[in-house]
Every structure is written in structure tokens, then in C-alpha cells.
């Protein structure tokens, strides 16, 4: 819902108190232009990169004064914007490729509304400067296929392995450098957005309550992964267990759990569920071999 009481970019005096920490002149409402942008999303960008829910977190800390550029051409010539606000923004009842919630990292940016700036300030408000791209370092990235660091797993961005898609995970942001206006983003969504009401606590709250438990139901579909895969090792030893958990990864936590009960219904039949080594009970009998 576009927010009424800021028409044409007018910062409120919210706005123009975080502008204040980077300016050395107090500036009135009427001298500066402000804008919104989702500046990246935890979505699988044209590069075959994401930026996972954590790392958009991260870069909402690091953004906060930085420069706006154009093609992040680097001159101080094009040093026209800054960055003086940034948050997560989630949008939980839709999904991203990746199949988890989706989140977008916006910015508030602002400049002077000047004779130098007019016309950019009318290509922002005509929909003509919109995409934008950011730049920025992470500490590592990582395989979406294997988990490990994909310049050495082998694994190449874009190639499906076992019905898996690759795409490298963008984990610790270090450092953010800046953001540009460019004509075709690596990432779709990025861009200038109308400006919405915030919801600061209330997002904020959500979010940490979305990540935990998107924490939960990882650690609880690995644990369920790693029962189904000796479950099947046990149930039918010839079967590839690369093959058996490519066929994995497209299951729902539910099926998944369904075709473990299945294996080891299976393995029941089939072997003789003791140990070497077994524990017994108090009357002597071994109360089963679990999975």
C-alpha cells in the first residue's frame, strides 16, 4: 500500500534524522528526494547465485551509508545517492525457486533534489531508472547440491546433477561496497519500488520466528534424510545410495517420512534386527534395533 503522506519523495522527519547521519548540513524535507528499492532477494539470480535469508540479514546492517552509483562504474562523478536505510521484507506466502519463503532486502535511498539531479529524479518518478544491482563480498560460497565450497566440489552452477540443481549459496557477507543503477540486473526483482508503510517490529519479529523455524525443519528433514537412506541401505542393499537420495530431494518431509517407514517395514522382513553387540532389558530381551 502506497504510503499517502510522502508524495513526490519527501523524506518524513523520520527519514530526514537517519539522512542527518550522513550529512554535515541539516537539510529541510523540501531539498531532498527519496526513494525505495529492493536492492536483492533470496531468489536464484540470472548468475545462478542466491543470497540466503541470513545473508540478506547481514547486508541490511552493512548497507546503511553506502553510495548509488551507475553500472558500478566506480567514479566519484557518479556519486549522486546514498543508501541511508535498509531492512528485510518478507513475504511468506510466496516462495522462492529454491522453495522457501521469500525475502527481499529493500533500501531507502536519498539525493538532492538539484538542478544536476532533476532529470534523474524524473526518470525515478517515470519508471525509466528502476533496476539496480548491488555490490558487495561474502566470505564463502557454497554448493546448493553438496554443501561444500563450490570452487572445489566440483559441481558447476546452472548443471543439474541427479534431478538436483546447482547454484552457489552466498554465505558472510564481509563488506558492502554499493548499489547501481544498470539496465539488466542479475537479479529480476531488484529495483525501485513504491514506498509502503513499515512495520518494523512486527516484520522484524516475523522474520526471526520464519528463520528459526526454516532452522527446525532443516535440522528435522536431515535427520529424516539420513534415516531413510540406511533404512534403504538395510531394506535393499543393491540400490545406489546416490540414486536413492536424488530421489529424495524432491519428496515432502511427509513422503519422505512415509517411504522410511516403508524400508524399514521392509528391512524388518528381511534381516535379523540384532547386533553383535546388543543391549537388554531388564527381563533380558532387546527392546529393537531403530533406525
Given at each position: 500500500?502506497?504510503?499517502?503522506?510522502?508524495p513526490?519523495?519527501?523524506?518524513?522527519?523520520?527519514?530526514?534524522?537517519?539522512?542527518?547521519?550522513y550529512?554535515?548540513?541539516?537539510l529541510?524535507?523540501?531539498?531532498?528526494?527519496?526513494f525505495?528499492?529492493?536492492?536483492?532477494?533470496n531468489?536464484i539470480d540470472?548468475?545462478?547465485?542466491?543470497?540466503?535469508l541470513?545473508?540478506?540479514?547481514?547486508?541490511?546492517?552493512l548497507?546503511?551509508?553506502k553510495?548509488?552509483?551507475?553500472d558500478?562504474?566506480?567514479k566519484?562523478?557518479?556519486q549522486?545517492?546514498?543508501?541511508y536505510?535498509a531492512?528485510v521484507?518478507?513475504?511468506p506466502e510466496?516462495?522462492?525457486?529454491?522453495?522457501?519463503?521469500y525475502?527481499a532486502?529493500?533500501?531507502?535511498v536519498?539525493l538532492?533534489?538539484?538542478?544536476?539531479?532533476a532529470?534523474?529524479i524524473?526518470?525515478?518518478?517515470?519508471g525509466?531508472?528502476?533496476?539496480?544491482?548491488?555490490?558487495?563480498?561474502?566470505?564463502?560460497v557454497?554448493?546448493?547440491v553438496?554443501?561444500?565450497?563450490?570452487?572445489?566440489?566440483?559441481?558447476?552452477?546452472?548443471e543439474?546433477?541427479?534431478g538436483?540443481?546447482?547454484?552457489?549459496?552466498?554465505?558472510e557477507?564481509?563488506d558492502?561496497?554499493?548499489?547501481?543503477?544498470?539496465?539488466?540486473?542479475?537479479?529480476?526483482g531488484?529495483?525501485v519500488?513504491?514506498?509502503?508503510?513499515?512495520r518494523?517490529?512486527?516484520?522484524?519479529?516475523?522474520l526471526?520466528?520464519?528463520?528459526?523455524?526454516?532452522?527446525?525443519g532443516?535440522?528435522?528433514?536431515?535427520?529424516?534424510?539420513a534415516?531413510t537412506?540406511r533404512?534403504g541401505?538395510?531394506?535393499?542393499p543393491?540400490?545406489?545410495?546416490?540414486l536413492?537420495?536424488?530421489m529424495?530431494?524432491?519428496?515432502?518431509a511427509r513422503q519422505?517420512?512415509q517411504?522410511?517407514e516403508?524400508?524399514e517395514?521392509c528391512?524388518?522382513?528381511?534381516?535379523p534386527l540384532?547386533?553383535?553387540?546388543?543391549?537388554?532389558?531388564?527381563?533380558?530381551?532387546?527392546?529393537?534395533?531403530?533406525?
Amino acid at each position: 500500500m502506497e504510503d499517502q503522506k510522502q508524495p513526490n519523495g519527501i523524506p518524513t522527519e523520520e527519514d530526514l534524522a537517519l539522512i542527518h547521519r550522513y550529512t554535515r548540513a541539516q537539510l529541510a524535507a523540501q531539498e531532498v528526494y527519496v526513494f525505495q528499492t529492493v536492492l536483492c532477494d533470496n531468489e536464484i539470480d540470472r548468475d545462478g547465485e542466491q543470497f540466503p535469508l541470513a545473508s540478506l540479514q547481514t547486508l541490511a546492517e552493512l548497507f546503511p551509508g553506502k553510495t548509488g552509483l551507475f553500472d558500478h562504474s566506480g567514479k566519484s562523478g557518479d556519486q549522486v545517492m546514498r543508501i541511508y536505510a535498509a531492512a528485510v521484507e518478507l513475504q511468506p506466502e510466496r516462495l522462492n525457486s529454491a522453495g522457501e519463503p521469500y525475502a527481499a532486502l529493500t533500501g531507502k535511498v536519498y539525493l538532492l533534489r538539484t538542478e544536476e539531479n532533476a532529470a534523474l529524479i524524473r526518470e525515478i518518478e517515470g519508471g525509466i531508472k528502476k533496476e539496480v544491482s548491488v555490490s558487495c563480498a561474502v566470505r564463502r560460497v557454497r554448493c546448493s547440491v553438496c554443501g561444500e565450497t563450490l570452487r572445489s566440489c566440483g559441481h558447476r552452477k546452472g548443471e543439474s546433477y541427479e534431478g538436483r540443481r546447482c547454484w552457489a549459496i552466498l554465505e558472510e557477507p564481509t563488506d558492502a561496497y554499493e548499489f547501481s543503477f544498470v539496465a539488466i540486473p542479475a537479479q529480476p526483482g531488484a529495483g525501485v519500488i513504491k514506498r509502503k508503510k513499515g512495520r518494523g517490529g512486527a516484520d522484524a519479529a516475523r522474520l526471526a520466528e520464519l528463520e528459526r523455524l526454516a532452522e527446525d525443519g532443516r535440522a528435522y528433514r536431515a535427520e529424516l534424510l539420513a534415516k531413510t537412506l540406511r533404512a534403504g541401505g538395510a531394506a535393499l542393499p543393491e540400490l545406489d545410495r546416490d540414486l536413492l537420495e536424488g530421489m529424495c530431494a524432491h519428496l515432502e518431509a511427509r513422503q519422505l517420512a512415509q517411504l522410511r517407514e516403508t524400508l524399514e517395514t521392509c528391512a524388518a522382513k528381511s534381516l535379523p534386527l540384532r547386533p553383535q553387540l546388543n543391549a537388554r532389558g531388564p527381563q533380558g530381551e532387546y527392546d529393537g534395533y531403530r533406525f
